[in-house]
C-alpha cells in the first residue's frame, strides 16, 4: 500500500516520522521543498506536485493550515480530487470547517474517493511520540481499514461519526479549552485584585473539584510566569479554530457567549501582534484590565504543580 502526505509542518512533519519509523512506503510534497530532504535520506518518495503524489497512492493524508488549503488541494486542476483513482482515501488532519470537509466529501464521492475528516488533539511533541487524540468522521467501513494506519501516528484513534464530525469534535474541544482559559484568567484576576496572593488562590481553585481534573496544570507554568515564547500552540492557529467553531454556532444558532468574548481578547491579542506568541497569551489581557500582575518564580510554579 503506497501512502500519501501533504504537509510538513510543526505537526505533519512528525506524524510522517511515524509512518516512516514504521517502514511504510510513503511519499510526501510540501510547497517548502526543503522539508522533504530529510524523509527523502529515510526512504520516503518526494512528489513534484499535488497529482503526482495523488496518482500514486491509495491513502492520503493531509496536514494543512485550513479551509481555504484543504479546497485548494482538492479542487485544483492538479488536485487530489483529478488525480486519487476511485476508491481511495484521504483522512483530512487539519483543523478544518465541517461544512468545508463536507463539500469536499460530497465533490470526492462523485469520483469515488471517501474523504474523512481526522483532526488531531495534541502538540507537535505529541505527534512525534504517537500520543495523539485523532477525531475521525466519515465512512465507518473506511476508518476500520485504514485504522492501524492511524494507530500509527495516535494512541487515542475514535470514529466519531459522519464526515464533518472530526472537525466538530476538535472545534468543541478547542473551543471549550480557550474559554475555560478566558474564565481561569477573570477569576485569578478577581481574587489577587480582592487581597489574596496568586499562588495560594491557584493552589485553592486547582484543589476544587474543576481543578482537580488538572485543567490548571495544562496553563499554569506559562500563565503564571507569563511565558509565552516560544509557542507550543499559535494564538494565530488558535483564533482560527476558535473562528471556525463560532461559524458552526452560527449555522446552527447556538449562542455561545463565552467563547464570543474570548474571540474577542484573541482578536485584540493578534492587533498587538502577538499571533505568533502562544495562544495563551490572550490572558495577559485580562490581568492588565484588573491592573494586576502575576508572576511568579520556578520554584512556585513547581511548588503548586508538584502538589496532589
Known amino acids: ?25 510513503v511519499v510526501i510534497h510540501d510547497l517548502d521543498r526543503g522539508r522533504g530532504y530529510a524523509f527523502e535520506e529515510r526512504g520516503a518518495t518526494w512528489a513534484e506536485s499535488t497529482d503526482e503524489l495523488g496518482r500514486q497512492c491509495d491513502v492520503v493524508f493531509t496536514s494543512l493550515p485550513g479551509p481555504q488549503q484543504m479546497r485548494e488541494v482538492a479542487f485544483d486542476d492538479r488536485g487530489l480530487l483529478s488525480s486519487l483513482r476511485s476508491g481511495a482515501a484521504w483522512f483530512d488532519l487539519t483543523t478544518n470547517a465541517p461544512s468545508t470537509v463536507r463539500e469536499v466529501s460530497a465533490a470526492a464521492l462523485e469520483r469515488g474517493i471517501h474523504v474523512l475528516d481526522a483532526p488531531v488533539s495534541g502538540r507537535p511533541d505529541g505527534a512525534r511520540t504517537g500520543k495523539l487524540a485523532i477525531y475521525v468522521g466519515g465512512d465507518a467501513a473506511v476508518f476500520e481499514s485504514f485504522k492501524p494506519l492511524l494507530d500509527k501516528m495516535g494512541d487515542r484513534v475514535m470514529y466519531v461519526g459522519e464526515v464533518g464530525a472530526g472537525n466538530t469534535a476538535k472545534l468543541m474541544h478547542n473551543a471549550a479549552s480557550i474559554s475555560i482559559r478566558a474564565t481561569i484568567a477573570e477569576v485569578m484576576s478577581l481574587g489577587v485584585k480582592a487581597g489574596m496572593s496568586p499562588d495560594t ?28 515564547e516560544p509557542p507550543s500552540f499559535a494564538l494565530a492557529l488558535a483564533d482560527k479554530d476558535l473562528r471556525l467553531a463560532l461559524e458552526l454556532a452560527d449555522e446552527l444558532d447556538v449562542p455561545m457567549s463565552i467563547a464570543r468574548a474570548a474571540q474577542a481578547d484573541y482578536r485584540e491579542a493578534r492587533e498587538r501582534g502577538w499571533g505568533d506568541r502562544d495562544s495563551q497569551s490572550s490572558l495577559a489581557l485580562q490581568n492588565e484590565r484588573a491592573g494586576v500582575e502575576i508572576r511568579l518564580t520556578d520554584d512556585q510554579v513547581e511548588r503548586i504543580l508538584a502538589e496532589g
Do not use: C, K, P
Not at 500500500?1 to 512506503?25: K, Q
Open 1 to 25: 500500500m503506497m501512502i500519501g502526505f501533504i504537509g510538513l509542518g510543526a505537526m505533519g512533519a512528525r506524524m510522517v516520522h511515524n509512518l516512516v519509523d514504521a517502514d511504510l512506503e
Open 201 to 228: 488562590l491557584w493552589s485553592a481553585l486547582r484543589q476544587g473539584a474543576i481543578g482537580r481534573a488538572r485543567t490548571f496544570d495544562s496553563i499554569g507554568r506559562r500563565y503564571l510566569q507569563e511565558a509565552y
